[in-house]
């Protein structure tokens, strides 16, 4: 019954459904190849800027069997995601499911985003990690401490 590139030709696959929601702010700009996959749900705020094929996902690929492809094993590890106001993600950026970005936030050049960011850093690396901090009071960018 049926075919489809998601559907196994012996019936070996996983069936789910999802209510995505995908909500963005105003003013959000993005430059070539901003994917986006939405299972669950993504909330982009306001004034978000995207650089070249950043992309962004709330669930991944099952892989609980390795002797059936992939891609009939169904979504895994849904969660939500947020990218707050004003930030910054940079080129080539990939966000994992589950994962909030705090408002202002830059996220550096081919970074993978796996856990939360705080809010006013700047993150950079696979796995991403802090290596800057916004100092309010003095008004700089510091590294974080050893």
Known sequence: PGGGWLHHPDGKHVTQTFEPTLTLGDRVTATASLQVTVFDSVVIEEDVMFAANVFIADGTHAFVDADIP??????????????????????????????????????????????????????????????KTWNAEHRVWEQPPS
Do not use: C, H
């Not at 979504?75 to 589950?98: D, F, H, K, Q």
């Not at 994962?99 to 830059?106: A, K, L, R």
């Open 70 to 131: 992939y891609k009939f094993q169904g979504m895994a590890e849904v969660a939500p995601v947020r990218i707050g106001r004003g930030s910054w993600l940079g080129t080539n950026v990939v966000v994992s499911p589950g994962v909030t970005i705090g408002e202002m936030v830059i996220v550096g050049a081919n970074s993978v985003v796996t856990r939360d960011v705080p809010a006013r850093s700047v993150v950079a690396g696979n796995p991403a990690r802090v290596v």
